[in-house]
């Protein structure tokens, strides 16, 4: 399995004809947010390559409703419906780790994004974004190493944004919660090195989900369409750097490589207007 240990992710070995040796239980992942949109498509990526799913969500009915169609694929899909922004929520699924006894890949994907200045903004609503955003990757990812390193392999994806290099007046608190993702991942990268975990902080631009139509006005009105990307794509890179031992920040798509690297080196005033060209209403 030394390829496993080098990857981060379980693979199946080939049994030899004739061989009555029992085959190794297929790999296990944990996906939050994975009722839709980019959670949906890491799971169903992730049940074609060979795993089993816990699926984590607050909708009941469209969990039920993939892991039946994972299990069309041969996948054990077991759904988890709660609310990650609650204690109570939390610890059903850091219990369910627990119970599971292995835990093969952490997908840190549930999240969602609000327009507004922080003035405007509802409070409840911002505090919900640091509890999901913060607080439950960071008890979810605690449970899964207690598992991951003890098996001394697994990996771990925390879905951030390349909205994590910017800073947007409208979007405070949503920049700073993925920036705290991508640097909470880069400094976990290192510590999980010797025990051969991989941490990655995918960081894609827009992209075809619910996820904007969820929010208080289209971005596509403003985001030119050479901008947006598809969530298969997004996933497909993320995984397959993954897979290669590529860096820990992984940026899905040429331009947004571009994007960000700019927003690095750019004057803060331009970004500021940049910015501000995408996310200021009318």
Known sequence: MENSRKTGLMQHQPVA???IRPMPPRPLALVTGASSGIGAVFARRLAARGYDLLLVARDAERLASLAAELAAMGARATPVAVDLGTDAGLAVVEEAIHAAGRLDLLVNNAGFGTTGTLKDAPVVRQ????????????????????????????????????????????????????????????????????????????????????????????????????????????VETSLRQLEANGPVVCVPGARYKVIVFLARYLPVWVKRVLTQRVYKRD
């Open 127 to 234: 505090h919900e974004m640091l509890l999901l955003h913060v607080v439950a990757v960071n008890r979810l990812t605690h449970a899964a190493l207690q598992l991951m390193a003890t098996q001394r392999r697994g990996a771990i994806i925390t879905v951030s944004s390349v909205a994590s290099f910017a800073n947007s007046s409208g979007n405070v608190n949503y920049c700073a919660t993925k920036a705290y993702q991508r640097s909470f991942s880069e400094g976990l990268a290192i510590e999980c090195a010797p025990f051969g975990i991989r941490v990655q902080a995918l960081c894609p631009g827009f992209t075809r989900t619910e996820f904007h139509a969820r929010m208080a006005f289209d971005q596509r009105e403003r985001a030119p369409e050479w901008l947006w990307m598809d969530a298969d794509a997004v």
């Open 17 to 19: 004809s004739g061989d």
